[in-house]
Every structure is written in structure tokens, then in C-alpha cells.
């Protein structure tokens, strides 16, 4: 088994990815649904950490540093990191952002690393959707030295769906910024890894479940 499979079985046995009847933030009806905040004990970080560095290894040529926006990409940029380093001999800078700028101490809105001129990051995050993160990232970081830049963003999983503008945000934010997106895995690698497989002795993507999949991305896929 690879780590893109042991990545999505890890989702389901954390109950992050589940199947069924759901309505995402755009208001659409969707069969199945990713739920990273369910992610709640010390193994799941610390194997979380082990599947993003899997991912991320093979995209650091050029990379100075890594950035997790807050909330939810700052345990994502710490664990890849230190997984980074326990697991493959990689010691690279991180840093993450307050939310609002610290007015005493050491100050400032960003907390490790300080990015450097010409410095190049990767964004770690979960999921995207808007892309909002990515676009209050890019600016911030772009303030702190002269010509930084932002190469890559790394999430969990791609749903591979358009936007009201007929775009994922992943095409948007590549358009806008110039950014290219990896994910550990796309919803298509999903199906095709689970579909008609147990996992723990249920099946989660039967084939009604499948062909419920596969008609939401005929609607809104890419």
C-alpha cells in the first residue's frame, strides 16, 4: 500500500472523510464530505505529519520555507515539518501567523521563521475552497521582505470542483498568483482506492455510492 492509500484509509478510519448526505459552505448537496477538524488525538497528528511529509519531500527543490496559515495550517506546517526531519533527514525553516499582530515582546504577526529577500514558500493547509487563505497569505508574507514568493501550496485532498466562476480555486489561485497546487490525494484517487474495498469490514464506496460520486463530478467536476 502506498501512503496516497494509507492516507485516504487513515481519512476514514478518523471519520474526516465520510459518505453520505451533506451541503458544503457554497450551498451544494455533495455524497461525501471532508472534515479535517475531526482530526483529535496525538497518533492522528502525528501520522498526519508523516502523510504531509510524504507529499512534501518531492516538491522542496527551490523551497526556502513552509507556512501554515492559522487556524488549521499551523499543526499542519509543525508536524509536516518535524516529519520532515524525523522521517526523511530534511531540516527546513517554518513559520505561521498570528491573526492579529503581537504589540509587545518580539511583535509582529509571524511566529518562527522570519522570511528573508528572495526567500520562496510553501503554503500547508488543509482543503481549499475560496482560496481566501491563500489570498491573505500571499500579501503578508510578500510584507515582511522584498520579493518573497509563494511556489507551491500543499492540502489533503483536491474535490476537483468548480466555482461559481467555473473554475476549481486551485485553477484560480494558479491564474491569480502563479501558484501551483498539490494535493496527497484528488477525489478521483479516492473512488478508485476504495470503491468496493473494506475498510476495518465495511465497505464505504459501494457501487450506488460510486455512481452517486461520479454524477456529482459530471455536475460540478473539472
Known amino acids: 500500500m502506498n501512503y496516497k492509500e494509507a492516507f485516504i484509509e ?6 474526516v472523510l465520510t459518505f453520505g ?9 455533495t455524497p461525501y464530505f471532508v472534515n479535517t477538524g475531526n482530526y483529535k488525538t496525538s497518533e492522528q497528528i502525528a501520522k498526519l505529519g508523516q502523510y504531509y511529509a510524504a507529499c512534501i519531500k518531492n516538491h522542496l527543490d527551490g523551497i526556502d520555507f513552509l507556512y501554515g496559515p492559522a ?32 504589540d509587545h515582546g518580539e ?14 514558500a510553501m503554503i500547508v493547509e488543509d482543503v481549499i475552497t475560496a ?12 510584507s515582511l521582505a522584498e520579493d518573497v514568493k509563494v511556489a507551491r501550496l500543499i492540502i489533503s485532498v483536491d474535490r476537483m470542483e468548480k466555482g461559481d466562476g467555473g473554475k476549481t480555486a ?24 476504495l470503491h468496493n474495498r473494506e475498510v476495518d469490514g465495511r465497505v464505504v464506496i459501494d457501487d450506488v455510492m460510486k455512481a452517486r460520486i461520479e454524477a456529482h463530478l459530471a455536475q460540478y467536476g473539472v
Request: hydrophobic share 35%; net charge positive; aromatic share 8%.
Open 10 to 15: 487513515f481519512m476514514v478510519r478518523s471519520k
Open 131 to 142: 482560496g481566501t487563505s491563500v489570498k491573505e497569505t500571499v500579501p503578508l508574507l510578500k
Open 21 to 29: 448526505d451533506f451541503i458544503t459552505k457554497s450551498g451544494r448537496k
Open 170 to 193: 486551485i485553477e484560480e489561485i494558479a491564474d491569480r498568483f502563479g501558484i501551483a497546487t498539490t494535493p496527497i490525494v484528488t477525489v478521483k484517487e479516492i473512488v478508485a482506492c
Open 107 to 120: 511583535g509582529g504577526h509571524i511566529i518562527g521563521y522570519r522570511p528573508q529577500n528572495g526567500d520562496t
Open 71 to 102: 487556524y488549521k495550517g499551523i499543526p499542519l506546517v509543525i508536524t509536516a515539518a518535524a516529519s520532515l526531519y524525523r522521517d526523511h533527514h530534511v531540516t527546513i525553516p517554518y513559520c505561521f501567523n498570528r491573526k492579529e499582530a503581537k
